[in-house]
């Protein structure tokens, strides 16, 4: 019941923001930035509350603002906006499956990742990638180097695109989550990935 009820936290509270946006949203909670400079690249790891951690590129372009139409209405769902083809969905659950060993995802219990995935609404390339996790001792994901999280980001940049339409692209981007909770050796799972709701950045159905 405990692993359950941190699961349903993690979903709902996974909201991958530029660390500026947070400090006044989280001011009540107990809050810390690390800074991870390595050769060439400056990564961004958010702790709140000792309990969700938020991996990210200092160099993101976006902050992920609440999105609204042209009546300066809350956009409530990117579904006819962003359109991701099928063989997109798979080539994302590839990368991640590539990318992360079979040790590096070895858990006794269930644990997640969230993959949330900023396209650019001119062309459709993919321009920041946030990674959400939970601080639990038998969830690997924290523990996971930078360069892991650096090396899916370069592909997903280098390898994925999305179709936006006319009116995705009056917005000043469009996003999709990534549920990623792979065992050993499983096999990818393109039907996990959702388009979240405005103002849900993060959110996802759980697996």
């Not at 969700?52 to 209405?73: F, H, T, W």
């Not at 080539?91 to 900023?118: P, R």
């Amino acid at each position: 019941m405990k692993r359950l009820l941190i699961i349903l936290l993690l979903s709902v509270c996974a909201t991958p923001l530029l660390a500026q946006r947070r400090y006044a949203a989280f001011s009540s909670r107990e809050y810390k930035s690390d800074t991870i400079r390595m050769d060439g690249y400056t990564y961004i790891k958010d702790t709140i509350n000792n309990f969700k951690l938020e991996i990210y590129n200092a160099a993101n372009q976006l902050g992920l603002p609440d999105l609204v139409d042209s009546n300066g209405e809350p956009i409530m769902e990117l579904s006819e906006y962003i359109t991701l083809p099928r063989e997109q969905r798979v080539k994302i659950m590839t990368i991640l499956d590539e990318t992360f060993t079979d040790e590096m995802v070895a858990s006794k219990g269930k644990s997640l990742l969230l993959v949330n995935i900023a396209f650019s609404t001119q062309d459709g390339s993919v321009t920041d990638v946030f990674f959400t996790t939970s601080l639990m001792e038998d969830w690997p994901y924290s523990k996971i180097p930078v360069e892991v999280y650096r090396a899916i980001e370069l592909r997903l940049k280098s390898e994925i695109k999305a179709e936006i339409s006319e009116k995705g692209r009056l917005l000043p981007y469009c996003d999709i989550t990534v549920p990623y909770s792979r065992k050993p050796s499983k096999a990818p799972n393109a039907e996990q990935m959702t388009v979240p709701k405005s103002g849900e950045k993060g959110s996802a159905e759980l697996p």
